[in-house]
């Protein structure tokens, strides 16, 4: 089956730890997308990479890095420098073509919790 | 600067009541709009989408929205109100401008309860 898959499914992390979620996906999508969701928030873009190798900073990049190495990984590490970061994190991609009919298909998200 | 707005936080029915569920976009230029759904700690799926195409877009799970750009709205209808509508929605309009062309930016979601 071909999809997004995000790991883990839950993760806790202690004040001051340096923390790495994983993202996959086996669609051979060329962009690839991390979104923080928190309670009545909506979704907000952290970094997208349109191509291997390269990657750019969203909208709330601050306390967050990423690699974009192979085609199909898309890590994302939080920092202790992120305030603030439990949430829900959500791994997207899409084919990087055809602007108007592009479309982002989600992973199922990893919830990070900070003890 | 494109953005949109999500009328309601939360939006409750009775099963097999109508749906309406309301986004309303800004954008200078023709946009991409698209509905999606999100069940509890589950990923977006995609409801439906428009492209400039034909207006009226259906969608998944009986589900279909208009565009009507002199009310800049693309609001989320479903006839009949079902049980396992019960979910959060996010309208989101894609970047079609600039450096993050492509890029989505979501509403803050709608949380559909639907009562028996």
């Known amino acids: 089956d071909g999809g997004i898959t995000q790991s883990p499914k839950y993760l806790f992390r202690k004040e001051g730890q340096n923390v790495t979620l994983s993202c996959e996906q086996n669609?051979?999508?060329?962009?690839m997308y991390w979104y923080r969701q928190d309670p009545g928030q909506g979704l907000r873009l952290i970094y997208y990479?349109?191509?291997?190798?390269?990657?750019q900073k969203g909208d709330i990049a601050e306390g967050y890095s990423v690699s974009r190495e192979k085609k199909e990984s898309f890590p994302l590490t939080v920092t202790s420098a992120q305030k603030n970061p439990t949430a829900f994190y959500l791994c997207?991609?899409?084919?990087?073509?055809?602007?108007?009919?592009?479309?982002?298909?989600f992973g199922p998200g990893t919830r990070l919790t900070v003890l | 600067a494109q953005s949109v707005t999500q009328l309601g936080s939360h939006v409750s029915v009775s099963e097999g009541a109508l749906v309406l569920l309301r986004c309303n976009y800004s954008?200078?230029?023709?946009?991409?709009l698209f509905w999606y759904v999100q069940y509890p700690n589950q990923g977006l799926q995609l409801l439906l989408k428009?492209?400039?195409?034909?207006?009226l877009v259906k969608g998944i799970n009986g589900f279909e929205a208009e565009f009507k750009k002199s009310e800049t709205s693309f609001h989320l209808t479903k006839p009949s109100a079902h049980m396992s509508d019960a979910a959060e929605y996010f309208c989101?309009?894609?970047?079609?401008?600039?450096?993050?062309?492509?890029?989505?930016?979501f509403g803050k979601g709608t949380k559909l309860s639907v009562k028996p």
């Open positions: 997207a991609s899409s084919t990087g073509l055809a602007i108007s009919t592009d479309t982002q298909y």
């Open positions: 669609l051979n999508h060329d962009a």
């Open positions: 990479s349109q191509i291997v190798n390269d990657f």
């Open positions: 954008s200078s230029v023709p946009p991409y």
């Open positions: 428009y492209t400039s195409a034909a207006t």
């Open positions: 989101a309009v894609r970047l079609n401008y600039g450096g993050s062309q492509g890029n989505l930016i």
